[in-house]
């Protein structure tokens, strides 16, 4: 797999946990009421916060997928 490839993959799997984590809150948070019009509200206004954090993790580098080795620990 390409450096890219496996970058494609992280960001598609961060986007997989932050909706399956809104998922789950919306679930605790209104357990009897899981309408529809909750959740599209939710996905609404979270797809956007979503999408901030992905270019705010690729800006700090977190999907470049370099490492650093430590030579000693303190």
Do not use: N
Request: no cysteine.
């Amino acid at each position: 797999m390409t450096q890219r490839l496996r970058s494609i993959i992280l960001i598609l799997g961060d986007y997989a946990l932050f909706y399956g984590a809104l998922l789950i809150t919306l679930l605790i948070v209104r357990p009897t009421q899981s309408s529809e019009f909750y959740l599209q509200l939710h996905l609404q206004l979270f797809s956007i916060v979503f999408v901030l954090w992905i270019i705010m993790f690729y800006i700090e580098g977190l999907y470049s997928l370099h490492t650093t080795r430590l030579k000693s620990l303190p």
